[in-house]
T-cell receptor, first 113, second 114 residues
Framework: AQSVTQLDSQVPVFEEAPVELRCNYS??????LFWYVQYPNQGLQLLLK??????LVESINGFEAEFNKSQTSFHLRKPSVHISDTAEYFC???????????FGAGTTVTVRA | DTAVSQTPKYLVTQMGNDKSIKCEQN?????MYWYKQDSKKFLKIMFS???????INETVPNRFSPKSPDKAHLNLHINSLELGDSAVYFC?????????????FGQGTRLTVV
């Protein structure tokens, strides 16, 4: 069975500074990887996903994540954050033959002016 | 149009009551899920249905019973509510390709048991 570890529970960052959220997964088979964002009092929205192909995936709002199979990681980065990026970020994994999407514990990103 | 909609958004009820949360998706997806998010924001899958068939049933008290009248609806009924059931419950759906390549989530139902 797959599992996900998000290494940082809280990440405070100043506006326009870069941010990296770390995610490691464990699985014995091939996986799909996801980052979801949850703004306060809202549901989860897909930020980006890795299914196959290029190991670097990007979102429309400047986030990117890189799949590293040897390190079983899928870290999320943004070179310059905005106040509006303040949210909870969840890394998730599913095995390619499984229906289950398993989530990490989440990372709270707080962007300050 | 809302893709995955849940009702109600907020639910406050007393211990021992029975309540239901409804979920509908208009995406034409085959698979639907219920997740529970606790006070520490940890998300745990509870159930999943594919074309009205139960495919995931995690270790959840049998007071929780999902019902899928058709593939666009997945409702959650909870009997004899307890304080520990207080949480945010999310419904989600995904297209069936043998794996949830993308899950679309509803806005959540915040259940408070008093």
């Amino acid at each position: 069975a797959q599992s996900v570890t998000q290494l940082d529970s809280q990440v405070p960052v100043f506006e326009e500074a870069p941010v990296e959220l770390r995610c490691n997964y464990s699985s014995s088979v091939s996986v799909y990887l996801f980052w979801y964002v949850q703004y306060p009092n809202q549901g989860l929205q897909l930020l980006l996903k890795y299914l196959s192909g290029s190991t670097l995936v990007e979102s429309i709002n400047g986030f990117e994540a890189e799949f590293n199979k040897s390190q079983t990681s899928f870290h999320l980065r943004k070179p310059s954050v905005h106040i509006s990026d303040t949210a909870e970020y969840f890394c998730a994994v599913s095995e390619v033959t499984d229906y289950k999407l398993s989530f990490g514990a989440g990372t709270t990103v707080t962007v300050r002016a | 149009d809302t893709a995955v909609s849940q009702t109600p958004k907020y639910l406050v009820t007393q211990m021992g009551n029975d309540k239901s949360i409804k979920c509908e998706q208009n995406l034409g997806h085959d698979t639907m899920y219920w997740y529970k998010q606790d006070s520490k924001k940890f998300l745990k899958i509870m159930f999943s249905y594919n074309n009205k068939e139960l495919i995931i049933n995690e270790t959840v008290p049998n007071r929780f019973s999902p019902k899928s009248p058709d593939k666009a609806h997945l409702n959650l009924h909870i009997n004899s509510l307890e304080l520990g059931d207080s949480a945010v419950y999310f419904c989600a759906s995904s297209p069936y390709t043998g794996s949830p390549t993308e899950a679309f989530f509803g806005q959540g139902t915040r259940l408070t048991v008093v």
